[in-house]
C-alpha cells in the first residue's frame, strides 16, 4: 500500500470527525468529534513519517497524543461545569451568543 | 535716526504701542488705576512731542518712507510694515497725538469716580487706540492701513462698551461694530479687487502706477466704490450714519477722541490718501452723499435734546461736508477741514462734558444758566460753536469757505446748495445748545428742583457720580479745564492765522478754485443768519419754539424718529434675518437631518437583517469555519493555478 491509501484514510476519518462536531448535539459527541480530527492529523504524521524515513513525524506524534489527552480531559471538566450551570449539555441550547 | 522725520513718526507711533503693551501685561499697575493712568499720559504725551518733531523735521514736499519686508513669498514680499511721513501723515499724526494727549489728561479728573481697575482698563484701551490710529495715518500701504483700521474699530468698540454693565452702552458698541464692519467688508474686498489687478498695496508705487498711466484699469469704479464703502461705515456717511449717535453712550471723552477728532475721520483722511484712484464717477457720488449726509445730520441735530447727540449728529454733518469737498475734487480742503474740525470738535465735546460733570444729566432741559456758575467752560464752548458756525476769526472759518468755494468749483451745484442750508442749520442747532446750556434760564425750573425735597432729589442720584455736588455746578478742575484751553487757543489762533492770511501751512486757495466773491459775504451771513435765528427763539423767547416746531410739523416729526431709519434696519434685518433662518432651519430640518436620518435607518434594517446570521451555536461557526475553508482550498487550488 502507497502512502495514498493512508491519507485517503486520514481524510476520511478528519472528514467523520468534522461532520461528528457539526452535526452532534450532544457536547460529549462534539469533542469526541474532535479527537477522530486529530488522529485523523496523526495517521498522516505518521504515514509521512514512514514513508520519508525520517523520525519526526513519529515524535511529533507521541507529543500529538500527549496534548490530546490534556485536551480531552480539559474539555470534560468544562462540560461539567457547563452542566453546573446551564443543567444541559445540548449544543444546541448554548446559544448566549445568538444576535 | 532720532532727527528724521521717519524715525520720530516711529517713535510716536511706538510709545503709545509700549504703553498699551505695559498695561496690558504688568496687570498690577492696571489694576491700581491713577498709576496706569499716569503711564500713559506720559508716554502720550511724549508720543505727542516725537509727532510734532517728526512734522518739523520734514521738508516741503519729501516724503520719507520706512519699510520693512512682511509676508515674503518666493522671494518676493507681497507687502510691507512700515511708516510714511510725509506732510499731511505727520501733521495728521500731531492732532490724533495732542487730541489723544489731553483727552488722557482730561479723563483723569472726568472718570475719577471709577473703580481703579476700570481706570486701568480705560486707559488700556486709549493707549491700543492712539497705537491704531497712528497706524492707519502713518501706513505705506492699503493692507498695513487695513489692519489698523480694524484695531481702531476694535478699540471704538471697547471704549463706548466701557460701562458694558448699561444695557444701551452694550447694545450701542455692539451696533456700533457691526454698522462699520458693513463698510469695512467693502474696503476689504476694493483692497484685494485692486490688488488683483495692480499686484500692489503700496500707496506710492499705486501713485507712480497712475502717474505712469497704468492705472485707469477696467473696473476702477467698482473698486473705488468699494474702498468708498469703508470710509461711508467709519466716518458715519449716510445710510451707515446710525451708529454714530449711539455711541454717545461712551464716556464724553471717548467721544471726543474717537468719535468727533480721530477715529470717524479716519475715511475721510483714507479717501485723502487715496483719491487719485479714483475715477469722477465715483466722487460724483461721494459728493452727493456727503452733502445728503450732511443735511440729514443737522436736520436731526435741531431736534435733539441729549447735549452729545447733537454734537453726534453736527459730527456726522461735518463729516459729510469733507466727503464733500473731496468729492468736488478738492480733497486737500476736505482734510484742511478735517485737522480744524478736529480741534473744535474735541473741544466741543470736552466742554459737554465738563456740563455733564457738573449737572450730571446729558440733557438740555436740566441745564440753563450755566453761563454764570461755570465762566470758563462757557466760554470755551462758545469759542468752539463759532468755529463750528464758520464765523471769521475761528478755527472752522477758512476751512468751511474753502469746502463751499470747492464744491463750487468742482462744479457740484446740488452739494453746494446742500451744504449752504446746513451751514444755517449748524449756527442754529449749535447756538440752540449755546443759548439753552448756558445762557437761558433753565426751562424746567432746573436748579431749584433740587431744592424742593429728597424725593426730586434722588432723581438726579443715578447719574456717574451720585447728586453729591448737584447744587452747586462749577467749572472742573484744572486737569480738565487745560485741554480745553488749549484746544480753544489753538482753534482760535488757527481762526485768525487763517481768516488774516487767508491760507494755513499747506492749505489755502488752490489752483483751478475760483470761488465767487459773495460766496464768503453769504456763507457768513447764513451762519449770522442762523446765529440770529437761535437767539431769538431760545434767549430772547420772541419765537416761540413751539410755534417753530409747529411750523415745520413734518420734518420735525419726522426727525424725532430719526427719519426711520434706525426702524427700517431694525425691520429690514428682522425681516431678512427670520426670512433666512426659517431657509437655513427648514434645510437643516429636511435635507440636512433627512439624510442622516435615511442613512442610519438603512442602517438598522440592514443590521437587522444581517443579526439573524450569527446564531449564537458553536457548531453553525465551526461549520462556516469548514465551509470557508473549503471554499478557499478549491479557490487556491484552481483558480490560482
Redesign the interface.
Known sequence: MGLQAYLILAATVFCIGLFGVVTRRNTIGILLGIELMLNAVNINLVAFSHFNGTATGMIFTLFTICITVSEAAIGLALVILLFRVRRTVMADHLDLLKG | MMSDPGGLALVSLLLPAISFLILAIVSPLRKSGKPAAYTSVLLAAGSLAAAVGAWRGHAGEQVTRLAWEWLPSQGMSIATVGILADRDSTLMLILVALVAFLVQLYSIEYLHDEAPAALGRYYTYHSLFAFSMMGVVLAPNLLQLFICWELVGLCSFLLIGFWYQKPEAARAAVKAFWTTKAGDVGLLIGIILLWRVTGTFDLGELRTLVTSGAIPVEGLSLITFCIYLGAVGKSAQFPLHTWLPDAMEGPTPVSALIHAATMVTAGVYLLHRTVFLFPPDVLMVVAWIGAFTALLAAVLACVQDDIKRVLAYSTVSQLGYMMAAIGAGFSAVGFFHLLTHGLFKALLFLGAGAVIHAVHSNDLPDMGGLAKKMPQTALVFVIGTLSLAGIPLFGGFLSKEEILGATMAGQQIGPFVLLMIVAFLTAFYMFRVVFLAFFAAPVVSGFSRTSHGPAEAGHYSDGPAGAGHYNAPHDPPAVMMLPLWVLALLSLGVGIYSTITGHFLQFGPTEGEHAPAWLTPAAVGIAFAGIGLAWLVYQRRTIDAGRLAAVFGPIRYAALHKFWIDDIYDSVLALALLAFSRMVGWLDRYLVDGVLNVVSAWTVSTGDV??????????DY??GV?VGLLILILWVRWALT
Open positions: 444581517l443579526r439573524t446570521v450569527q446564531t449564537g451555536r458553536a457548531q465551526v461549520y469548514a
